[in-house]
């Protein structure tokens, strides 16, 4: 069974700093990764995904993620954070994109605060 | 383009009602998804559509059921709403069955009383 797992319910970070968020996960197969963030009283947005190919994926709104297939984690990060970056994000895994068997499941969240 | 769109925005029922949500996907897109938010148990997938018929389905009760229309808009119904169905239902709507850039909706906040 597959299942992802964002060990921090809360990061918190001043802007300009570089930022991190941590998720981990478990497929029987070839992992496809993603990263949607949800702003407050609005549905997720996509950010980013890792099909296959290189292991570092660029996506919306200077974030970029890292592919580590060793420690099963898909990190997402920033460079410099910005205030407007606080939100609430979530990573997910599917390990096929076709299969009808194939479902999509989230991890918890990871709530993102960026200080002035 | 028009995004994802849902109806209502919000909801109150009663216990033991029954709900209908309404989702209107982007133009063009022919595969819907719900999802149930809820604090204790966070994003769960309920359900997918491609083409009117339903491709695939989350661990959720008969209670919970949906439908796609042939211009691809979906309902999903809740019959004998229970105080743990309170919750933001989330659609999503993607072009095809490749459903890795799903595009959501704001959702509709259902609240059950």
């Known amino acids: 069974a597959q299942s992802v797992a964002q060990p921090e319910d809360q990061v918190n970070v001043a802007e300009g700093n570089p930022l991190t968020v941590k998720c981990t996960y478990s497929?029987?197969?070839?992992?496809?990764l993603f990263w949607y963030v949800q702003y407050p009283n609005r549905g997720l947005q996509f950010l980013l995904k890792?099909?296959?190919?290189?292991?570092l994926v660029k996506g919306s709104y200077g974030f970029e993620a890292e592919f580590n297939k060793s420690q099963t984690s898909f990190h997402l990060k920033k460079p410099s954070a910005l205030v407007s970056d606080s939100a609430l994000y979530f990573c997910a895994v599917r390990d096929s994109l076709y299969s009808s068997a194939s479902k999509i499941i989230f991890g918890s969240g990871t709530r993102l605060s960026i200080r002035p | 383009k028009a995004g994802v769109t849902q109806t209502p925005r919000y909801l109150i029922k009663t216990r033991g009602q029954q709900v209908t949500l309404s989702c209107s996907p982007i133009s063009g897109h022919r595969s819907v998804s719900w999802y149930q938010q809820t604090p204790g148990q966070g994003l769960q997938f309920l359900f997918e559509y491609f083409s009117e018929t339903q491709r695939n389905k989350g661990n959720f009760p008969g209670r919970f059921s949906g439908r796609q229309f042939s211009n691809s808009r979906s309902e999903m119904n809740v019959s004998t709403l229970e105080l743990g169905d309170s919750a933001l239902y989330l659609c999503?709507?993607?072009?095809?069955?490749?459903?890795?850039?799903?595009?959501f909706g704001p959702g509709t906040r259902l609240t059950v009383t």
């Open positions: 890792y099909i296959t190919g290189d292991n």
């Open positions: 497929v029987s197969g070839n992992p496809y």
């Open positions: 999503a709507s993607s072009l095809s069955r490749d459903l890795y850039e799903q595009y």
